[in-house]
T-cell receptor, first 111, second 117 residues
Framework: ELKVEQNPLFLSMQEGKNYTIYCNYSTTSDRLYWYRQDPGKSLESLFVLLSNGAVKQEGRLMASLDTKARLSTLHITAAVHDLSATYFCAVDEDSNYQLIWGAGTKLIIKP | GAVVSQHPSRVICKSGTSVKIECRSLDFQATTMFWYRQFPKQSLMLMATSNEGSKATYEQGVEKDKFLINHASLTLSTLTVTSAHPEDSSFYIC?????????????FGSGTQLSVL
């Protein structure tokens, strides 16, 4: 059974700081997603990582995937308040879009 | 980007009634749609996979007679919570799979907050 573990589950940080959210999963997969969810709103797709060593960056967010270590990271650089949200990683074990989700990381960035 | 419309966004109903939630892909055809359930402070849980023109595939532990899914067209899937009870109160989200240029992405509806009294 595929399990996806995300940590930390809660993160409060100051603006301008850097931090990393980790997503570990238990079985082989080469398709991993990062999503953002603002309270009361839909999920927003951030990154789709499709191969070992994949690295994608947009703005202050950078995601990477190490399929051998079964680990993906979401790195936040010089955080700003607008990045406050809950971030989910999800793994597609069978490449059929039936995603297994992490528990989410609630990120609060203080001015 | 692609848009998925989910309606209603919030519904309050009495115990024993049925509630229908609609999920529409507005500017693309989605052969596959997914329904998720999210409890407070917990992750999304996949309930079922819905393919146009065929019966939905339910995840283990999800009652198919309780949560009726219909995917009548390439742009519409519906989830009906039958004889709702307070324990069915939750946040329900749909998503639709889009294939474009060999790439596939999932787009999510805005969710439906169901409260059963």
């Amino acid at each position: 059974e595929l399990k996806v573990e995300q940590n930390p589950l809660f993160l409060s940080m100051q603006e301008g700081k850097n931090y990393t959210i980790y997503c570990n999963y238990s079985t082989t997969s080469d398709r991993l997603y990062w999503y953002r969810q603002d309270p009361g709103k839909s999920l927003e797709s951030l990154f789709v990582l499709l191969s070992n060593g994949a690295v994608k960056q947009e703005g202050r967010l950078m995601a990477s995937l190490d399929t051998k270590a079964r680990l993906s990271t979401l790195h936040i650089t010089a955080a700003v308040h607008d990045l406050s949200a809950t971030y989910f990683c999800a793994v597609d074990e069978d490449s059929n879009y039936q995603l297994i989700w992490g528990a989410g990381t609630k990120l609060i960035i203080k001015p | 980007g692609a848009v998925v419309s989910q309606h209603p966004s919030r519904v309050i109903c009495k115990s024993g009634t049925s509630v229908k939630i609609e999920c529409r892909s507005l500017d693309f055809q989605a052969t596959t749609m997914f329904w998720y359930r999210q409890f407070p402070k917990q992750s999304l849980m996949l309930m079922a996979t819905s393919n146009e023109g065929s019966k939905a595939t339910y995840e283990q532990g999800v009652e198919k007679d309780k949560f009726l899914i219909n995917h009548a067209s390439l742009t519409l899937s519906t989830l009906t919570v039958t004889s709702a009870h307070p324990e069915d109160s939750s946040f329900y989200i749909c998503s639709a799979s889009q294939i474009r240029g060999g790439n596939e992405k999932l787009f999510f509806g805005s969710g439906t907050q169901l409260s059963v009294l």
